[in-house]
């Protein structure tokens, strides 16, 4: 059972707004990662973590931000929202191991910008 | 360019039956193949996975079968259940890499 969570589950705000999506795990997972789903669409990597202190930006080019200052924790910031956020934003985590590595995924948090 | 296609958007099975979810890929070098369910509005749910070193494996209802020469995977899930509906999204991983690359997922519908 994957023990991920992200907060908050559903945003709704207006154009211009600074936002952070939380995103903690408690399986002690190095790797972290953020994904952008639309509907109908594949996930999009955006951004990924190593451990602490390491951050790389993912295939799909994205205005947000991440920081990994404790391993448990990988928040994902918006200084400023635009309509074109409107997605849905999906945590992940995985261990560095012998075999090649599953991704466990959070709840996800669905985002509407007006 | 989708490395990762999954062709069918949308299959309708009735309970009971066998579903059969395709996914096709592009690129030789991925060598470990993901399925994942996910519901509306949630996040996505591992399914089951296989390595290419197999062919196939088995999981309770669920089974994936890998063809490499077709670069083709399969999931089975045999019987199906009205609890099976939902989106399934194939993955692929080459070693090395942290990135999974998905297919844009087939939507399944277990009719009662």
């Known amino acids: 059972e994957a023990d991920i969570y992200q907060t908050p589950r559903y945003l709704v705000i207006g154009t211009g707004k600074k936002i952070t999506l939380e995103c903690s795990q408690t399986?002690?997972?190095?790797?972290m990662y953020w994904y952008q789903q639309d509907p109908g669409m594949e996930l999009h990597l955006i951004h990924y973590s190593y451990g602490v202190n390491s951050t790389e930006k993912g295939d799909l080019s994205s205005e947000s931000t991440v920081s990994r200052i404790r391993t448990e924790h990988f928040p994902l910031t918006l200084e400023s929202a635009r309509p074109s956020h409107t997605s849905q934003y999906l945590c992940?985590?995985?261990?560095?191991?012998?075999?090649?590595?599953?991704?466990?995924f959070g709840p996800g948090t669905r985002l509407l910008v007006l | 360019d989708q490395q990762v296609k999954q062709n069918s958007p949308s299959l309708s099975v009735q309970e009971g039956r066998i579903s059969i979810l395709n996914c096709d890929y592009t690129n030789s070098m991925f060598d470990y193949f993901l399925w994942y369910k996910k519901y509306p509005a949630e996040g996505p749910t591992f399914l089951i996975s296989?390595?290419?070193?197999?062919d196939k494996n088995e999981d309770g209802r669920f089974t994936v079968f890998l063809n490499k020469s077709a670069k083709h995977l399969s999931l089975h899930i045999v019987p199906s259940q009205p609890g099976d509906s939902a989106v399934y999204f194939c993955?692929?991983?080459?070693?090395?890499?942290?990135?999974?690359?998905f297919g844009k997922g087939t939507k399944l519908t277990v009719n009662p």
């Open positions: 399986m002690g997972h190095d790797k």
């Open positions: 993955a692929a991983n080459k070693r090395g890499s942290e990135k999974l690359v």
């Open positions: 296989i390595s290419s070193i197999k």
């Open positions: 992940a985590s995985s261990r560095t191991g012998k075999y090649q590595e599953t991704q466990y």
